[in-house]
């Protein structure tokens, strides 16, 4: 479910939405990420859903593993499925995450724009969500 804030936005956002968003192919990569071993049940199952397209083609999946953030003390695993020929969205995903300590205004949109978000829409989310945190 989301909450109200991502409700509130003039356009849908893509949680939830990303494997209808792909299928489409309106959607380029969508990323999942928790400690290793630790998905819930059900972002696994949705995981699996991914994983049926990946054999037949439709998908590329890559898994990254790394430190958690902050005070976690397990490995952060990275699932990134991408349409074919976007590959390199993951690459230039985990280079935002892994770069600058300070996370800026420019950060949020590229990593918009790696997901898929049109320029409007972030836009939007750098005027009236992230300048306002």
């Given at each position: 479910m989301?909450?109200?804030?991502l409700r509130s936005l003039p356009y849908l956002?893509?949680?939830?939405?990303?494997?209808?968003?792909m299928m489409a192919g309106r959607?380029?990569?969508?990323?999942?990420v928790d400690g290793k071993d630790r998905f819930p049940e059900v972002v696994a199952r949705y995981i699996r859903l991914?994983?049926?397209?990946?054999t037949s083609g439709?998908?590329?999946?890559a898994d990254r593993l790394g430190?958690?953030?902050?005070?976690?003390?397990?490995?952060?695993?990275?699932?990134?499925?991408?349409?074919?020929g976007e590959e390199w969205?993951?690459?230039a995903y985990l280079a935002l995450i892994d770069g600058d300590d300070r996370w800026t205004a420019d950060?949020?949109?590229?990593?918009?724009?790696?997901?898929?978000y049109e320029d409007w829409m972030n836009d939007y989310w750098i005027e009236h969500v992230y300048s306002g945190r």
């Open positions: 989301l909450n109200s804030l956002v893509h949680t939830n939405r990303e494997f209808g968003l959607k380029p990569m969508a990323v999942f991914f994983d049926r397209h990946v439709r998908f590329v999946r430190p958690g953030a902050g005070v976690r003390t397990y490995m952060a695993h990275r699932i990134f499925f991408t349409l074919p969205r993951v690459d950060h949020e949109r590229r990593q918009g724009e790696l997901l898929g």
